[in-house]
């Protein structure tokens, strides 16, 4: 069986402990790989090549750094079939995804960030005639990345690029449950020639290795996405050891339909954005809010999309579901089926497993799209993140209700405004609290804005000149004159 190797000072080297974890492919619920399972021995050791490549790469010229990101993403270009089919096996989502979405965001991180260190631009500041300010930005040391299960390669290369685009050499943590295409990024950055230590990729569980990089003393800056109970750990961890960390943490997203929206276009995009990625991305919209007087039709039209969705072996073609990421996530989701039953909700279509989609897939992970009506905005199905294909339809009278209900929880990372009506769409998305808000679309990224979440959906943002400036030290010089 395939043994997936930590990434070390160059090298694809096994875990000190000689010990391995089960790798399981989620449709079939098989082993089907070894991943290191890394402990403080191995973080210790990708810390001191990081330690010894810092001097030579954080004085390496951007247009040469620029150069070998470049490399990076051409390497992942030229293999994205085979990681797009890593990461469908890995994850369980439909290979069309891994190929349309997943895989290109992450050529698209290397080259983003790769050209954005040639157009940095850093402040002066002419003070009364008396001095001249100008501000250095310089990399801020070794960098510990830790990254979840849901986008692996897109979500790590996200942190990876601007960390090392700005001088700073890193120690990488993809999730244990999915670690196949960090693994294959390895052997690119090796391909591509990526000095020895600038990266270095350790894998194992989050226990050990997560929280041995967030406890490192030599790791001067965290950037970390996940979960908010683990977010809190890290945080309590490195806040004392005066790190500067940045986490990107869950949500529980309002998508606010009014009945003046296009509706055809609302309908379609809220099934994508409850179901997406089975449900399992942070921005997807779980709690969906619909006017009164247009709540029964979009009701009926959001369940006959949402029930003409294919759910099968994620690697065949036309699938539109696949399988959920691993059984602990797969059995939370069902909790939650199960609590919507409890809190009084009705339960329009899925709501338990579905049968084997097939033979090869017997023992997979496959929840269908599920949809609940009758339960308030306070029930715990609409407050705690199910991170899964179950979304839950309330209707409002106003938008006052409705924006009351949009923040009435404990996260704010995105929400979505379905009108036509310019003023309100202005006026809401100005009174919603939550980092991003799209109106009128949902997931259209761009990459130069800062991205993050309010209140227990993070702290800092990512995305553009908010990377760039999170990966670097400003310093003021101020010269008299
Ligand atoms: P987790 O918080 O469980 O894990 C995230 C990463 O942290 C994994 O690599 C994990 O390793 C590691 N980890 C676990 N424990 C520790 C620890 N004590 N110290 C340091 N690292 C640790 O999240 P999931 O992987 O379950 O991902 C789903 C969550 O991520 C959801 O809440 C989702 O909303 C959020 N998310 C947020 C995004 C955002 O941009 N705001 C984007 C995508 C997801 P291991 O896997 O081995 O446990």
Known sequence: MLKLAHYINGHLVAPLSGQYLDNVDPSTGQVYSLVPDGDARDVDAAVDAAEKAFPGWSKTPAEARSAHLMKIADGIERRLEELARAECVDNGKPLAMARSLDIPRAVKNFRFFATAILHARSETHVTDGLALNY???????????????????????????????????????????????AYMLSEICIEAGLPPGVLNVVHGLGAKVGAAITAHPKITTVSFTGGTVTGREVARTAAPMFKKIALELGGKNPNIVFADADMDKA??????????????????????????????????RFVAVAGKLRLGDPLEAGVDQGAIVSKAQFDKVNYYANLA?????????????????????????????????????????????????????????????????????????SAT?????????????????????????????????????????????????EALRFFTEPKNVCVAI
Not at 275 to 281: V, W
Not at 347 to 362: K, Q, S, T, W
């Open 417 to 465: 405004l379905w009108t036509q009506n310019l003023q309100r769409a202005h006026r809401v998305a100005e009174r919603v609290n939550s980092g991003t808000v799209w109106v009128n679309c949902w997931l259209l990224r761009d990459l130069r804005v800062p991205f993050g979440g309010m209140k227990q959906s993070g702290v800092g943002r990512e995305g553009g000149d």
């Open 135 to 181: 501000t250095l930005r310089q990399p801020r040391g070794i960098c510990g990345l830790i990254s979840p299960w849901n986008l692996p390669l897109y979500l790590l290369s996200w942190k990876i690029a601007p960390a090392i685009a700005t001088g700073n050499t890193a120690v990488a943590k993809p999730s244990e449950v999915t670690p196949m295409t």
């Open 341 to 413: 039953r409890e809190e009084g909700g009705k339960i329009l279509i899925g709501g338990a497993p579905a049968p084997a989609v097939n033979e090869r897939c017997r023992g997979g992970y496959f929840f269908p799209p599920t949809v609940i009506t009758g339960l308030g905005p306070q029930c715990r199905v609409n407050q705690e993140e199910i991170f899964g294909p179950v979304v839950s339809i309330i209707p409002f009278y106003d938008e006052a209700e409705v924006i009351g209900y949009a923040n009435d929880t404990a996260y704010g990372l």
């Open 267 to 300: 309908v379609s995009e809220s099934v994508r954005a409850a179901f997406a990625n089975q449900g399992q991305i942070c921005l997807c919209g779980s709690r969906v809010f619909v006017e009164r007087q247009a709540y029964d039709t979009f009701v009926d």
